[in-house]
């Protein structure tokens, strides 16, 4: 126990505490601790500035007192598997002054964790932080950044190994698993986590020239400062702090289940030592990959920025504003070759991998130039991976450079483009509701069964390749639309059999939001307004503690989700709620627009004879079922029937409203089976809207 006369004696006498704690613990000092499992605190290998006490808390031993600011104790652990632990410390403090972090070669690899006022050195409480461990015999150091509290033991715990979700591949055109059924990959980007793009940030990063516009010149400035390796210390602090696990959550709640992980080349290889892995290579992949498995979610592995860069001159994204050095030094291109194999070892076998993305947005060269080297990347990865999905990156062009990867006897193989559909002058045009039209005209054949995405289905479909649409953007621009054109779009690129990945999850603002779907930014999430506001930051005069502060930040700042996008991304038609018709999953000539009925949003439009639109639905019971079908139409004649399995359960005549856009009810009976079912409504004669229907049972 730690009393006022025990501390007195402490601060006097610190080095013969410390020798006589070595002396008596040096048998210690030489065993190793298999992780999992726990250290008992006074089991160190070598220490500084700290003593030993019996302890009064459960189990009895001694535990570690006397503790001050930057005294240290190390131990030698034996982690059996790489991966991330929970780390739990038995704290005991009469003070709140207690700050601790778990260090390795001097450097924090833990979050810093406050040790509370217990109420007495012997009053003993758990607090707990994360951290990864590669495998292997290590020493690791409990390093105190605020002095005044007890320690009794550590207990690592390795986080749960997610059961495995099953393997994508190809079968024709679409992704499917490896039972053969089709996986409807909708997800979304972690953009500005392991490839900074700093207008995600609100360009809020400056230095001594002006604002920070790409991660280059963000590490240059760090590396200039403080020298390489706290340069390197302060990007993993960022890179903990930008995504964590709340994220995987809030991406799941969303109605995700993939994500797209953007990273750049130095993240995994060492760029100090070129053909060589960083010690901590794989730390944040894998940590992205095992708490998207854990919530059953894939993740796409996309390499966004290799060395030299890839991309445009323009461009940051590809981690430095300048030329694409990639296509003009061999070398460069050979390392992202032995980038990708070692890539392709790591993750061989891994199922929660659901493809590598080899290269995002490499425009910085032809069309045909682009092709070659995406197959000699493929070759690559697919010597050391025989099975895992590996996508062809689009040129600004198209893919047509490729020809027919099936012709070339390639197996699950897919392509990729980036959709930015009303943004950069494509189809671009003014206001929320023209924005939502032209959304859906994209997304849906014209009258002649071609245009926009209708025509990428054909060529798609006679190349028979899966489709990946990397990156789409349909709700900054669409006010209180954007929540439902967001699911439409993942709807309709689904019923393609595409694969779609829109961006981004998040970025923050200086104020944030406070949650008004009809005003809104590129993330999913974004800062909350209330508490969550941001400043900016200068890193050629910050110090380094400051910069640490502002990136960790991140971890814990209130997050605001788009209600709409959460809303709709969940929704689902059921019986006894109204039925939004252009929500269909399947359909055929259907098209939508917005309307002018009473709680706006959209209505299907363009029908003509034979077309068709489908809608899973759970009937709750056996019976009898009122139907109500929301119409307008200027003609007399019009008919639909519902359906299910191609057998009509009800038919319905559809009247002259007066108006495209004057609605009517119209109502019918029908006998509907209990369960899971797909009901159609089909149009034996056209010439009419429809803007909702609803089932209730009788």
């Known amino acids: 126990m730690e009393s006022t006369l025990h501390r007195d004696v402490r601060m006097a006498l610190p080095a013969l505490a410390g020798t006589l704690a ?18 008992e605190a006074e089991s160190y290998a070598s220490m500084q500035g700290v003593a030993t006490e019996a302890t009064s808390d459960v189990g009895g031993g001694a535990n570690v007192g006397w503790i001050e600011t930057n005294d240290w104790m190390s131990y030698s652990v034996n982690p059996a598997t790489s991966g991330w ?8 403090s009469a003070a709140a002054t207690g700050q601790l972090v778990l260090s390795q070669n001097a450097k924090d690899i833990s979050d ?39 320690l009794n033991w550590i207990n690592f715990t390795a986080e749960n190994t997610p059961v495995a979700l099953p393997a994508i591949r190809q079968d024709g055109r ?13 997800g979304v980007n972690l953009g500005n986590w392991l490839q900074m793009e700093f207008w995600m940030l609100n360009n809020s990063i400056s230095n001594s020239n002006g604002a920070v ?94 060395v030299g860069g890839q991309a445009a001159a323009g461009e940051q994204h590809d981690g430095c504003i300048g030329a694409a050095q990639l296509w003009t030094n061999a070398g460069y291109r050979d390392r992202t070759k032995w980038l ?16 590598y993305d080899l290269l995002n947005e490499p425009w910085g060269t032809d069309a045909t130039t682009l092709a070659n080297y995406a197959y000699e990347l493929f070759n690559v990865v697919r010597a050391k991976d025989p099975n895992h999905m590996i996508l062809l990156p689009g040129h600004n062009s198209g893919i047509d450079a490729y020809g ?68 789409l953007q349909p709700w900054t621009l669409l006010g209180s639309y954007g929540g439902q054109i967001t699911r439409k779009t993942y709807d309709a690129y689904n019923m393609y059999g595409w694969a779609a990945t829109s961006w981004a999850y998040k970025n923050v603002t200086y104020g944030g939001s406070n949650g008004d779907t009809n005003s809104w930014g590129w993330g999913m999430v974004t800062n909350s307004s209330n508490g969550g506001g941001m400043g900016s930051l200068n890193v050629s005069t910050a110090s380094n503690a400051q910069i640490e502060s502002y990136f960790r930040g991140f971890a814990t700042q209130p997050l605001v989700r788009n209600e709409s996008i959460a809303y709709w991304m969940n929704w689902k038609p059921a019986v006894g709620a109204r039925i939004e018709a252009e929500m269909f999953t399947t359909h055929s000539g259907m098209r939508m627009e917005t309307t002018s009925d009473a709680g706006g949003g959209f209505n299907v439009s363009n029908v003509d004879n034979n077309d068709w639109m489908s809608y899973p639905i759970n009937v709750p019971k056996t019976g009898w079922y009122q139907l109500q079908f929301r119409v307008a139409s200027i003609y007399n004649g019009g008919q639909f029937v519902l359906s299910k399995n191609g057998s009509d359960l009800a038919t319905v005549t559809v009247p002259n409203t007066g108006g495209w856009q004057n609605w009517q009810t119209v109502t019918a009976r029908a006998y509907l089976q209990a369960g899971q079912q797909d009901l159609a409504i089909f149009a034996r004669v056209g010439g009419w809207n429809m803007n909702w229907w609803q089932l209730n049972a009788e």
């Open 22 to 39: 070595a002396a008596l613990f040096s048998t210690a000092c030489a065993a190793q601790t298999a992780l999992p499992g726990k250290l």
């Open 85 to 92: 632990y929970t780390v739990q410390y038995r704290v005991a």
């Open 112 to 150: 810093t964790v406050s040790v509370p006022n217990t109420g007495g050195w012997q009053t003993w409480s758990t607090i707990s932080s994360r951290v990864y461990l590669n495998a292997g015999p290590q020493n690791l150091a409990v390093f105190a950044k605020g002095g005044g509290f007890n």
């Open 174 to 186: 679409y992704w499917v698993d490896s039972s053969g059924k089709r996986v409807n990959l909708r």
């Open 213 to 306: 516009n790409d991660q280059c010149t963000l590490e240059g400035t760090l590396a200039g400062r403080f020298g390489n390796a706290e340069k390197e210390r302060l990007m993993g602090v960022y890179r903990d702090s930008w995504i964590t696990t709340r994220d995987f959550d809030l991406m799941k709640g969303m109605g995700m289940n993939v994500i797209r992980v953007p990273f750049y080349f130095s993240l995994v290889e060492n760029e100090y030592s070129p053909y060589n892995l960083r010690a901590d290579a794989w730390k944040h992949l894998d940590f992205a990959i095992n708490e998207a498995e854990k919530r059953g979610m894939y993740v796409i592995l996309d390499l966004h920025g290799t």
């Open 340 to 355: 990708w194999d070692k890539i392709a070892e790591r993750y061989r076998g891994r199922n929660a991998v659901a493809a």
């Open 404 to 471: 027919n990867p099936n012709t070339r006897g390639l197996s699950n193989v897919a392509f990729w483009m980036h959709f930015y559909p009303g943004l950069w002058g494509w189809n671009e045009v003014p206001g929320a509701v023209n924005q939502a039209n032209m959304h859906a005209n994209w997304l849906h054949c014209n009258a002649s069964g071609t245009g926009e995405s209708c025509d990428w289905n054909t060529k798609l479909t006679g190349l028979n390749t899966p489709f990946l649409i990397g990156e």
